[in-house]
């Protein structure tokens, strides 16, 4: 017996498929007459999307063990601004203008995985440190989180709306921030369980690097594919 599909398949199974088939154009028209999410449902999408590991997840995580809760919460401001850097231009104008000039897809997505790739070199070169030194910035974040390709998704798939746009974006900004804060804080919780030793954050930042490794390896084969 087939186990039956959870609602939020449910709700967002129309949603990709009618992505698969139709041009990027037409991804507002789409989403405004046939596959329109309530409230409710757009959370749920953007709070699973959210919450799966990426780069910048990773960094957060690493920024809690390394930092504390009080000091990763210091750096959210960089996360959100990195997001409605790429979020907002691409759910006002994005469609449209991918469909003119395509390939800038592309570029995208190989700057993102060039970019990733070089977090993870940064990582894994990093030595034994002090517990005090610390291995993500502000500036870092920003730029992680500017390239992250969630953001594509959420300005292009999920956010758009021609009557709940800014409303759209005051949530997904809500729960930006909450989710930086339950990565910080998982962050902290290793912290507290040993990762205060710089042996531990050691281990933890080549952890890292090979998770963001991988990320930089499925960038770049999306992005030779697309």
Known sequence: MQASASPFCVFLQPVLMRIKATPIAQWHQTLEHEVMMSPVELTIAVLVLLLTPGPTNSLVLLAG?????????????AELLGYLLTVVPLALVGASFLEAHHWLRTIVTVAAAV???????????????????HSVGAR???????LNPKALIFGLVLLPSPDRLVANLGLFAGLVV???????????VLRGGGLRQPRALFVLRRLA??????????LALRGVGA
């Open 178 to 188: 909450v989710v930086a804060v339950l990565w910080a804080g998982l962050g902290a």
């Open 209 to 218: 690097s090979v998770w963001l490794a991988a990320i930089s390896l499925v």
């Open 65 to 77: 063990a390394e930092r504390g809760l009080a000091g990763a919460l210091r750096l959210i401001p």
């Open 115 to 133: 970019w990733v790739a070089v977090l993870a070199v940064r990582l894994w070169r990093l030595p034994v440190a002090d517990v005090g030194e």
């Open 140 to 146: 870092g974040l920003f730029v992680t989180t500017a």
